[in-house]
């Protein structure tokens, strides 16, 4: 899971029985994978955190070790049982794999990331792991929750589909996002110089056809197991897929995200519309121009950049598309922005002509 993908930890130590693929290997995997280590297994409770790494080895009593022994045996049986059942095929193909995955149980290796060794003696955070593979930008997320009150760290690495059932990711950046503050806090950890330690590989050996339960097992020799996460932001795209009950996800959705901040680094990129309400039907009616749909962005595609700069796309025929540009800036400390549309341009195949747009008007990120 992006730092946990990377560094792992958790509950129990399994034997790492299982055999990658014989496709190439990403750098990462340096773990030999064989017959069963005779190692002992290090036993971590139910909930602890995928990032916690305990500081030497741990000796146990002989009837300590026999319980061990028993939990991970019965552990692995069920993780393999999982596996030989072969739920859906081709998982990093499949919708099912995208989304928000709360950690349930995670193996531990025994050497630790440079993440991890940050987080030493800290369990009191739950661990979820974010899956975007069918974007512009694919990604691996993960989120290490501290508490509602504190905030969260977000961990991000670009994402690369290998095959049907291997992820290649590599991270790249990082940042806290602490309640009492308005901005959010770089990780202090230098992705870039890390070389072939920031890059590694995730194999989904198990998703379930409810897409509910996910096995997967990392270049590391660690086996996650995960639990598909009831997130606003999954439930909102099923509503605008499914064409139902769309405003009250998004209610539920920005109910969750009460004193998030949002600054011009959150909204620069492209954005493509899903889902809009009473001015869009309105256009789609008549009841709007068409260089008004583009000023105020309604269709199609929305470029922001990090300056201010902003660009409306709209596509309403194949090989005619209409632009309008403009300027966007943040109106004060809640999140407000003022947009200033000002000039336009409709496209005939190669042949240019100017369109008439302008306006401004207030946009609430919610």
């Known amino acids: 899971m992006a730092a946990a993908l990377a560094a792992p930890t958790g509950l129990l130590k399994l034997p790492p029985s299982y055999a990658p693929p014989s496709s190439p290997s990403p750098p990462l995997s340096s773990t030999s994978y064989g017959r069963r280590s005779r190692r002992r297994p290090r036993l971590w409770r139910r909930g602890a955190p995928l990032l916690a790494v305990a500081a030497g080895e741990v000796s146990y009593t002989e009837p300590e ?28 193909s499949s919708s099912l794999i995208e989304g928000s995955w709360k950690l349930i ?45 504190v905030g969260e760290l977000a961990v991000q690495a670009e994402a690369t589909i290998n095959d049907g059932k291997r992820i290649l990711f590599r991270f790249d950046r ?9 901005f959010k806090v770089p990780y202090p950890v230098p992705f870039r110089l890390l070389g ?29 197991v995960l639990q598909k996460s009831a997130d606003p932001r999954q439930m909102l795209l099923s509503a605008i897929s499914a064409g139902t009950r769309v405003k009250e996800a998004i209610d539920d959705l920005t109910s969750s995200r009460k004193g998030v ?24 009616s008549g009841g709007g121009s068409w260089s008004s749909v583009a000023s105020a962005g309604l269709k199609d595609f929305q470029t922001i950049k990090e300056d201010g700069q902003l660009k409306n796309l709209v596509n309403p025929f194949p090989g005619v598309s209409l632009s309008a540009r403009g300027n966007i800036c943040k109106t004060g400390n809640n999140n407000t922005f003022s947009v200033s549309m000002n ?17 401004e008007f207030v946009m609430e990120i919610l």
């Open 65 to 92: 070790e026999a319980l061990l022994e028993a939990l991970v045996g019965e552990v692995e049986s069920a993780v393999q049982t999982l596996e030989a059942l072969e739920g859906v095929p081709d998982p990093t």
């Open 105 to 149: 149980f995670t193996t531990r290796p025994g050497t630790a990331s440079p993440i991890q060794r940050t987080f030493v003696g800290v369990d009191s955070f739950s661990v979820f792991q974010e899956v975007y593979l069918r974007t512009d930008d694919p990604r691996v997320v993960n989120v290490v929750k501290f508490s509602e009150t």
């Open 174 to 182: 990082a940042a806290f996002a602490f309640k009492f503050l308005p």
């Open 196 to 224: 072939d330690e920031a890059k590694g590989w995730l194999d989904t050996t198990y998703l379930s056809r409810s897409g509910n339960i996910r096995i997967s097992r990392g270049n590391k020799g660690t086996t996650f």
């Open 261 to 284: 901040v949002v600054d011009m680094n959150t909204l620069a990129g492209e954005w493509q519309l899903l889902w809009a309400s009473e001015l869009y039907l309105q256009s789609e």
């Open 343 to 359: 000039e336009g341009v409709t496209q005939v195949g190669g042949v240019q002509f100017p369109l008439e747009t302008g306006g």
